[in-house]
DNA sequence: TGCCCCCTGCAG
DNA sequence: CTGCAGGGGGCA
């Protein structure tokens, strides 16, 4: 899925749709998608929205829902009008709900989220915001990479906890760092002219300090041009993002590196495909 | 620290 | 048909 800019895109994108909205009715399709007492939020009105890591936070008053779109999960939202431009809203969404929507939200002005997930990997969670501390449901989680409080020192000694494992892979360790996945791994070594195949206790600290501006400069492009779309990634308004066309490495196996024009390649690392260029990254 | 697994569907 | 896909929990 959805890493932490397509996350943080999905906040940005339903903010000014839901926070303020009370819920009617959740209509709940595919049971093992939600758990909770759905009925607790009838009446309750949205009053924030937050990410961590790469789950996302929706805020009732004592409550709160966290969703994980883990693969393949979509929030979509129709509001109450039929016709946008001129067009059915159909047209802009497909039809909604569809096969592969599992929870539905509806709010007293009409409006409607949907939670799609082909694979049924995600995961919708209602939790009282007591229990968020008491249950420590973060505390497993290390350091958010675009908090000005993330140094290159704080990425070192992070990376470091794992010295001979490759640094893509320990990239993708939420205990590590939070929010990055396999895209923004792979474009990340690359900004930082880093194999991705190093073992964390070889980098240098110029390394650690290139690695630390390529982490944040492709989250944050990532974020700029609305995530990245391979398969399933749409906003709430059921749009693709744009990143994949700015990535350098990702997805691009045996296209030309957009800076030497030196193919790229692509390994297997911790079981994931992995994309670097050889050349630019040593 | 490395598999296997949870699922569905698409490309090769 | 096999392998692979923005994730990550559980298990040896």
Same mark, same amino acid.
């Given at each position: @899925?959805? +890493?932490?800019?397509?996350?943080?895109?999905?906040?940005?994108?339903?903010?000014?749709? /839901?926070?303020?909205?009370?819920?009617?009715?959740?209509?709940?399709?595919?049971?093992?998608?939600?758990?909770?007492?759905?009925?607790?939020?009838?009446?309750?009105?949205?009053?924030?929205?937050?990410?961590?890591?790469? /789950?996302?936070?929706?805020?009732?008053?004592?409550?709160?829902?966290?969703?994980?779109?883990? @693969?393949?999960?979509?929030?979509?939202?129709?509001?109450? +009008?039929?016709?946008?431009?001129?067009?059915?809203?159909?047209? @802009?969404?497909?039809?909604?709900?569809?096969?592969?929507?599992?929870?539905?939200?509806?709010?007293?002005?009409?409006?409607?989220?949907?939670?799609?997930?082909?694979?049924?990997?995600?995961?919708?969670?209602?939790?009282?915001? !007591?229990?968020?501390?008491?249950?420590?449901?973060?505390?497993?989680?290390?350091?958010?990479?675009?908090?000005? +409080?993330?140094?290159?020192?704080?990425?070192?000694?992070?990376?470091?906890?794992?010295?001979?494992?490759?640094?893509?892979?320990?990239?993708?360790?939420? !205990?590590?760092?939070?929010?990055?996945?396999?895209?923004?791994?792979?474009?990340?070594?690359?900004? !930082?002219?880093?194999?991705?195949?190093?073992?964390? /206790?070889?980098?240098?600290?110029?390394?650690?300090?290139?690695?630390?501006?390529?982490?944040?400069?492709?989250?944050?492009?990532?974020?700029?041009?609305?995530?990245?779309?391979?398969?399933?990634?749409?906003?709430?308004?059921?749009?693709?993002?744009?990143?994949?066309?700015? !990535?350098?490495?990702?997805?691009? +196996?045996?296209?030309?590196?957009?800076?030497?024009?030196?193919?790229?390649?692509?390994?297997?690392?911790?079981?994931?495909?992995?994309?670097?260029?050889?050349?630019?990254?040593?």
């Amino acid at each position: @899925m959805p +890493e932490l800019p397509e996350v943080e895109t999905i906040r940005l994108g339903l903010a000014g749709k /839901i926070i303020g909205s009370t819920i009617r009715n959740i209509n709940v399709l595919n049971p093992k998608s939600f758990s909770g007492d759905k009925k607790l939020l009838v009446h309750k009105k949205v009053i924030n929205l937050f990410r961590r890591a790469k /789950i996302l936070g929706v805020e009732f008053t004592h409550l709160t829902l966290l969703v994980h779109l883990k @693969m393949s999960g979509q929030l979509i939202y129709q509001g109450k +009008e039929k016709f946008v431009g001129g067009h059915p809203t159909r047209d @802009m969404f497909g039809d909604l709900p569809n096969k592969s929507t599992r929870v539905i939200f509806e709010f007293d002005n009409g409006g409607k989220l949907y939670f799609n997930d082909q694979r049924k990997f995600g995961w919708i969670k209602l939790v009282e915001n !007591a229990r968020i501390r008491e249950q420590k449901v973060f505390d497993k989680f290390g350091p958010e990479p675009l908090e000005k +409080e993330f140094t290159w020192e704080i990425l070192k000694r992070q990376l470091v906890k794992r010295k001979n494992t490759p640094v893509k892979v320990v990239l993708l360790d939420q !205990a590590v760092i939070s929010g990055i996945g396999n895209i923004y791994a792979c474009e990340a070594c690359f900004l !930082a002219g880093i194999n991705p195949n190093k073992k964390t /206790i070889r980098l240098t600290d110029k390394e650690y300090k290139k690695l630390h501006l390529g982490i944040i400069n492709s989250l944050k492009n990532g974020i700029k041009y609305g995530g990245s779309s391979k398969t399933h990634f749409v906003n709430p308004e059921g749009k693709k993002g744009l990143f994949l066309n700015y !990535a350098f490495v990702y997805s691009r +196996e045996k296209l030309p590196c957009k800076i030497c024009k030196t193919p790229i390649n692509k390994i297997k690392l911790g079981g994931r495909g992995t994309y670097f260029c050889p050349a630019c990254q040593k």
